[in-house]
């Protein structure tokens, strides 16, 4: 079965501290994509990162960095100098190749206070 | 980049009517898309996958007479709640597969259904 977990319901920062998310996934596909959303209060969904199941390279995006470890099926994210911008619920999610289909994890809620 | 749009963004209705909402691909073509619902501070759940010119495909627990899906065109879905209740209530989110480049998805703004 798939299974995309996010441990961390709910975190609470100061400005400026750094902040990391985690996602633990499950699957046997061999080839899988795994993604993080933004979503604001207003609801959309903020594309971040793909991330293909081959490519265990970290990525640093301005002040957002992944870190993708397959040994330990984790896929976690982190924030640097965290804004009040950053406030938003984060979504993990586990693709599957072949068919296109998201499961996502549960969300962790950031608040990032002034 | 490529854009997804849903409309309407926001829908209240009363209990019993139909609620139709669309998902558009407006600058890719889409041979599938999926449908998600979100309930308030939960998870997004797929409901559905819709390829176009097939029928739908529902996950488990789905009501496939509830929620209609035609996916007439390659930029076009449409989700239709019938005979909406307060418990249909929720954020629905589309997103739209674009051909050629395998895992590539964008989501729609999503829609908020309030049912009173």
């Known amino acids: 079965a798939q299974k995309v977990t996010q441990a961390q319901t709910e975190i609470s920062v100061v400005e400026k501290e750094d902040v990391t998310l985690d996602c633990v996934y499950e699957?046997?596909?061999?080839?899988?994509?795994l993604f993080w959303y933004k979503q604001p209060p207003s609801g959309e969904l903020v594309f971040l990162i793909r991330r293909n199941s081959f490519d265990e390279q970290n990525e640093i995006s301005g002040r957002y960095s992944w870190n993708f470890q397959k040994s330990t099926s984790s896929f976690n994210f982190t924030i640097t100098a965290s804004q009040v911008v950053d406030s938003a619920v984060y979504f993990c999610a586990l693709g599957s190749s072949n068919t296109g289909k998201l499961i996502f994890g549960q969300g962790t809620t950031l608040q990032v206070k002034p | 980049g490529a854009v997804v749009s849903q409309h309407p963004s926001w829908v209240i209705c009363k209990s019993g009517t139909s609620v139709k909402i669309e998902c558009r691909s407006l600058d890719f073509q889409a041979t599938t898309m999926f449908w998600y619902r979100q309930f308030p501070k939960q998870s997004l759940m797929l409901m559905a996958t819709?390829?176009?010119?097939?029928?739908?495909?529902?996950e488990q627990g789905v009501e496939k007479d509830k929620f209609l899906i035609n996916h007439a065109s390659l930029t076009l879905s449409t989700l239709t709640v019938t005979s909406a209740h307060p418990e249909d209530s929720s954020f629905y989110i589309c997103?739209?597969?674009?051909?050629?480049?395998?895992?590539?998805?964008?989501f729609g703004e999503g829609s908020r259904l309030t049912v009173l």
């Open positions: 819709s390829n176009e010119g097939s029928k739908a495909t529902y």
């Open positions: 997103s739209a597969r674009s051909q050629g480049i395998i895992g590539e998805l964008f």
């Open positions: 699957t046997r596909d061999t080839t899988y994509y």
